[in-house]
């Protein structure tokens, strides 16, 4: 970073980012993340297939 004269805070985040995965380490987390009663929830979305209906032209 100095070399390149890129001394901000995106240019030493990428070069602490590329570091850490050369390494096989996981990104740093943090907020600690727990498994709660809602972890083996599994949320099925509706079909997108109603707002077809929306892009039809209502005139003949």
Do not use: C, F, N
């Amino acid at each position: 970073m100095l070399e390149r004269d890129t001394i901000h805070i995106g240019a030493v985040r990428q070069v602490i980012d590329r570091r850490r995965s050369e390494r096989h380490l996981p990104p740093p987390v943090s907020i600690p993340v727990t498994r709660g009663q809602h972890a083996a929830l599994v949320v099925t979305p509706h079909s997108l297939a109603t707002y077809d209906a929306l892009k039809k032209d209502p005139t003949p």
